[in-house]
């Protein structure tokens, strides 16, 4: 019996992280990727369940084995998902991969370029990729809502225009894109369940 793989994303603001949480709350059979990080660790955080917190050099070492599918450079440190977690869905574990836009455009690639021509394409086979939209400007009305007078609006802006040039580009590439509209969170989890089943 083999797993499913989600692969979830969203433009920035869509609540993705939101509906990522709730989904794993719904469905237990679902597990999270548990992702690689060099960053210290924080007072409310886990090893092993929010990351996995490495240091510099280990990272590097694990990059140099080609341990990992792939891997980015946030400011200072390094985050990235191994290989390895991939195994569990040939163990029959469903699991969920919450990935950037840019990278999950291109994740049947990444299979074929990382794994063998077999393991790549039972991945494939097995993946259900999903958008989460929101329209610009409600994303930045929550932006403003959460962060309050903190907030970077020019920063945020450049994701949310970015974020617009990645859909304009890559939109055949999302077949479930899902709009997560303001005050109907249990919709867009109805409507991602139905999806992940099918």
Not at 37 to 62: A, C, M, Q, W
Not at 138 to 154: S, T, W
Request: charged share 35%; with cysteine.
């Amino acid at each position: 019996m083999i797993g499913k793989l989600i692969v979830l994303t969203g433009f920035s603001g869509s609540g993705k992280d939101t509906v990522m949480d709730i989904l794993l709350k719904t469905c237990p059979k679902i597990q999270r990727i548990v992702t690689h990080t060099s960053r210290p660790i924080r007072p409310n955080e886990k090893h092993g369940k929010d990351y996995y917190f490495v240091s510099h050099e280990e990272f590097e070492s694990l990059i140099k084995e080609d341990k990992f599918i792939e891997h980015v450079m946030y400011g200072s440190h390094y985050k990235g998902t191994l290989k390895d977690e991939f195994q569990k869905v040939f163990q029959g574990q469903s699991i969920i991969w919450r990935i950037d836009m840019s990278r999950a455009a291109i994740v049947e690639d990444t299979f074929l370029e990382k794994f063998d021509k077999e393991t790549a394409t039972k991945l494939i086979s097995v993946s259900k990729k999903i958008i989460i939209t929101v329209p610009p400007d409600e994303a930045l009305r929550r932006f403003k809502k959460r962060e309050g007078i903190k907030a970077d609006i020019d920063e945020f802006q450049k994701r949310i225009n970015n974020d617009l040039i990645i859909w304009k580009k890559l939109r055949n590439n999302f077949p479930n894109a899902i709009e997560n509209i303001t005050g109907k969170l249990d919709k867009t989890i109805e409507k991602i369940i139905k999806i992940i089943e099918n």
